[in-house]
């Protein structure tokens, strides 16, 4: 092979061309530069990139997705009929970089040589780890909004990604007896599914896997034992003992698990059959005084700068008693402006809403108008205003940083108030609860407003 020569004519390093003696940039140049131009948009006099724009005016044009699907699908033999309707979904919800690279994604799927159905497309389009990728979840959008595919198992695959890691986390003597036990509860909750029952919840599964994985632990490092038979009630109540306020949650999990272990012969004795929560079902929780509320409600009703949606969050829940999820799942659909009123969660009929509560509604709903999207929910940040889903629950659990009180604390003192002033039976009916839920609330309270007064004693 010839070694690089100095070009005659531009003087650097290349391989010389045997026709014209030069570089191989040399021989055959590009073709030269258009003159700068007047950009139609800015009036800038710049290099021309396209549609009489200059390259930055270009970059953010709003037609750039529809050229570039317009290109593709002249590229392509047999387009797919939703494909132009796939380009108007994602110009309308992304900025116009991450739309014409969503169009070139898809190309890149249609190009290949698989099956191009909107499922197979949706299955191939997906990113390996824990998230499946903004383009994937975008397809998803877009084709179960259509009919066009079904939605994927991505949540199943996380839940089964956390419940992997939990049992990887028990001690290996003790691990066979809980995969048993983590198996037998899948099946049982896939059962539930398949009959229409309540199914437990991936929350509730893992829960349970974190009680054991710590249950196990402390065998293995506190009491020195690598077998679930030689488990005794003191050992389980030692381990009860590290988390006092976690006792009738952890007791449930153990009783559940010792009476799988008895029916399988892993365990002779349940060690947790005789033991008990030890504690009552009243309410230990804290509530808000009265001047808190009131500075609260000040707050939320004509501070500027409080987040809408902290103020919608807070006044529903210091108002109406609203929960996390119910304010999570609400959706614009569920708002009568006619009347004033909202349809929350399970609870059996709509709630009218007080006017500063409306206010503070509308708030939330002119700042939802502004992302321009098509969520359904009340609640869309930037993480939601391009799908359908609702705020994720670590956002609920966060919205009420900057006031100082958590969304539960708050709830809780509505609910205390109620069931203590009316009747809990008609409490529970306007919220859609369980009557013994609203039991808890009672305890260990008397009303001194109720109580005869003493006379004093006459001599």
Known sequence: MEAQQPCPRCGKPGYLRKATGWCGPCSHPG????????????????????????????????GRPFIRGEHFRDRLTDPPPWLDDFVAH?????????????????????????SNSPQALLERSRQPGRSMGSFARTLEDFFTLRGLALPTDQAERLAAGRRRRRLGAVPEPLRPAVVAFD???????????????????DHTLETALSILRDLAIFLVTHCGKNDWATADVHDIEAFLTTLPKARKRRLTVLRQFFRFARSHHIVLIDPARGLTSKESNGFRGRTLTLDQQR???????????????????????????????????????????????????????????????????????????????????????????????????AYL??????????????????????????????????????????????????????LPTSEPDRK
């Open 397 to 450: 659990s966060h919205v009420l940083d900057d006031c100082g009180f958590p969304p539960r604390l708050i709830r809780s003192t509505r609910l205390v108030d109620l069931v203590n002033t009316m009747d809990p039976k008609l409490v529970a009916a306007a919220f859609g609860m369980d009557p013994q839920a609203t039991l808890i609330y009672l305890a260990d309270h008397v009303d001194e407003g109720r």
């Open 31 to 62: 073709s030269p530069k258009h003159p700068p131009r007047i950009c139609r948009d800015c009036g800038h006099l710049r290099r021309h990139a396209g549609l009489g724009l200059c390259s930055a005016c270009w970059q953010k044009h709003p």
């Open 295 to 393: 500075d609260l409600f000040r707050r939320w009703t004509t501070v500027e700068g409080v987040h809408p949606h902290e103020a919608l969050m807070g006044i529903l829940a210091l108002l109406h008693g609203a929960s996390s999820s119910e304010v999570r799942m609400l959706k614009a659909d569920d708002v009568d402006h006619q009347v004033h009123k909202v349809r929350f969660g399970k609870r059996p009929h709509p709630l009218p809403l007080d006017p500063a509560s409306w206010t503070v509604l509308q708030r939330c709903l002119e700042h939802r108008a502004a992302w321009r999207t098509d969520n359904p929910h009340v609640m869309v940040t930037k993480g939601t205003k391009a799908g359908r889903s609702p705020a994720s629950t």
């Open 90 to 114: 994602i110009a309308a919800r992304y900025c116009v970089a991450r739309a014409c690279g969503f169009v070139t994604s898809l190309g890149q799927l249609l190009d290949d040589d698989h």
């Open 183 to 201: 198996a037998s509860r899948m099946r049982a909750q896939d059962r539930a599914r398949r009959a229409g029952t309540r199914p437990r919840t």
